[in-house]
Each structure stands twice: as structure tokens, then as C-alpha cells.
């Protein structure tokens, strides 16, 4: 009885040991990454990176830990984990990829936090950046995760890496209707748009002619940061008083 209350009492000691690691360890790893995430050092995209780097080292770590308070020699457990870590390492070459395709994002800044990006066939704000893959929030408002290893070998556009952007709308007029009064209306639209830079005059020309339409072609500039409703405010606006000008 004596014995089985000892073993039990031992048992009982490494589970409290275990908990009291593991607690800490997932404590610390928060800690750390919300101190990283905070740091006015770092920029968006660095602080992203890095507070999910450290918060990954230190659970791994907190695991380590954990298995040599079971009493799990450490030569015998680093001996073990080199084995296992050759074997991890050969089937998880896609993730050591985009390990490195983060740190790569981070080095040279294709793109940061905040940007609008076109890459890997999708369009959005990119909202995060993990140590393996970076998030998007799609102009459909919808979330999408894309692996960094993929984006450091794909072409990647980014539209507010300066300060404007271009807003480039069409619309198609009949040759029987009132072109030149079109045209006018859209200038005219643009001229009055708050959001569209006076800097370089608003355009508008007639870019292509196909059967039995001309299309008209605005071309302005507005803030990067104001480009979505730029646009949606100008097409808005065109949709409404082309037709009538057009009469």
C-alpha cells in the first residue's frame, strides 16, 4: 500500500510538473509574441513574421522541456531527434520552403502588411504574414492563405507599393448617340470626384471601336489608399448619367 501511494504520489508530481511547463511555456510564447507585436521597432510585416517564429520556437521548446521532465535522458532525446528530424525534415521540404519564403518576404519586402497585392492568381489586402504562409483578405471579402514559398517564385503586383494608383474605367456608347457629350460627362464626373487627384488632370478618350460602339475610356489618379472607392464611387456615377448624356 505504502509503495502503490508512493508511485502514486511520484505519477502525480510529474503531472503537476507537466501542466506547470506547459502552462508557462504557452504563457510565455503569448507574452513574447504580443511584446513583438507591440515593439515600434518593427514594421507591420516583421512583427508579424517574427511574433509567429518566436511563438513556434518557444512551444517547441516548452514541448522539449516537458519530455525531459518525464525523464527522458537529454543525449539520448537529441540523439533521437536528430534521427527524426532528417526523416521530418525530407517530408516537410514544402514547409521548409515556405520557412524560407517568409524570411525571404521579410529581407527584401516584395510586400508588407497593409499592401494591396495581386499574386498567386488572387487580389487583396494582405493581412498577415506567419512564418509559412501570409493572408490575404480578398477583394471579395473572403480570406485567403497562401504559402510563402510559392509567392517568392510567382510574379507579384503590387499596387500601393506608391503613394497613387491608376483607376482605368470603360464604358461602351452607340456610334448613333451623343459621343462627345459622354465624354464630357464622365470628365466631368471625375473632375468632381473628391477622391480623384487634381495633380494629373482626369482623361478621357476613345479607346477602341467595335461594331456598332465606341468605348470611352477614363483614366485618373487617386490615393492607393482611396482606390477602391474612388472607383466605386466614379463607375457609380457613370452608370447613372451616361445614358442620359449619351441621348
Do not use: W
Amino acid at each position: 500500500m505504502v509503495n502503490l501511494l508512493s508511485a502514486l504520489t511520484s505519477i502525480a508530481a510529474v503531472l503537476i510538473k507537466l501542466v506547470i511547463i506547459i502552462v508557462a511555456g504557452l504563457v510565455i510564447a503569448n507574452v513574447v509574441s504580443g511584446i513583438i507585436r507591440k515593439s515600434k521597432k518593427l514594421d507591420e510585416t516583421a512583427k508579424s513574421f517574427f511574433a509567429s517564429f518566436a511563438s513556434l520556437a518557444i512551444k517547441i521548446l516548452t514541448v522539449i522541456t516537458a519530455l525531459m521532465a518525464l525523464g527522458i535522458p537529454a543525449a539520448t532525446f537529441v540523439t533521437v531527434l536528430g534521427s527524426v528530424g532528417l526523416a521530418v525534415g525530407l517530408a516537410m521540404q514544402g514547409a521548409l520552403a515556405n520557412f524560407a519564403g517568409g524570411i525571404l518576404i521579410v529581407v527584401f519586402h516584395p510586400f508588407k502588411v497593409g499592401d494591396h497585392v495581386t499574386m498567386g492568381g488572387q487580389s487583396g489586402i494582405v493581412k498577415n504574414i506567419s512564418i509559412f504562409y501570409t493572408t490575404l483578405l480578398a477583394d471579395d471579402n473572403t480570406v485567403v492563405t497562401l504559402p510563402n514559398g510559392t509567392l517568392t517564385n510567382a510574379p507579384i503586383v503590387n499596387s500601393t507599393i506608391d503613394d497613387c494608383r491608376r483607376i482605368d474605367i470603360e464604358r461602351a456608347v452607340p456610334f448613333d448617340s451623343d459621343i462627345e457629350a459622354a465624354r464630357k460627362a464622365m470628365l466631368d464626373i471625375a473632375d468632381k470626384n473628391a477622391l480623384v487627384l487634381k495633380t494629373s488632370a482626369p482623361t478621357v478618350t476613345v479607346s477602341s471601336h467595335v461594331a456598332d460602339k465606341a468605348t470611352l475610356k477614363l483614366t485618373a489618379l487617386a490615393h492607393s489608399a482611396d482606390y477602391s472607392k474612388a472607383v466605386t464611387e466614379l463607375t457609380s456615377a457613370i452608370e447613372s448619367a451616361l445614358p442620359k448624356a449619351a441621348e
